[in-house]
């Protein structure tokens, strides 16, 4: 006579399963340490990207964005300044040495960047 209690402790199992499939599927990638596959460390939400400036050289030198408005924190690691500047003018932000900043373009075509600092660094925003 165990059977009714074991059917709703089944039925109890399905209810949480579903909560557990509902939940990971709201949060965003938080520090929890269950096996769900996260976003990779490359592998931004849509609309963002990252660049990193290391010895020089923007890293990567050319990056895919959806047309429109993006956010591109870009990461300076070197021990000098720097600027993140966009050859069309539409974005000249100063990345000092060691810190980080987040700008925002908005493009409906591919355009290049740039330092001013230094015209041998440069790339490309890919919008695609
Ligand atoms: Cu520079």
Request: glycine share 10%; aromatic share 2%.
């Amino acid at each position: 006579m165990t059977l009714p209690p074991m059917r709703a402790n089944a039925g109890l199992g399905v209810i949480v399963a579903l909560t557990l499939v509902l939940g990971a599927c709201s949060s965003d990638s938080g520090g929890d340490q269950s096996s769900t596959p996260v976003a990779e460390a490359g592998d931004l939400a849509p609309g963002s990207a990252a660049i990193n400036i290391v010895d020089l050289t923007f890293e990567p030198t050319s990056i895919t964005v959806a047309p429109g408005s993006t956010d591109i924190a870009i990461t300076n690691a070197d021990s000098v300044d720097h600027t993140f500047t966009l050859d069309d003018g539409s974005v000249d932000e100063t990345v000092s040495a060691g810190s980080n900043v987040t700008v925002t373009v908005d493009l409906t075509e591919s355009v290049g960047f740039h330092c001013e600092i230094h015209p041998s660094m440069t790339g490309t925003l890919q919008v695609a």
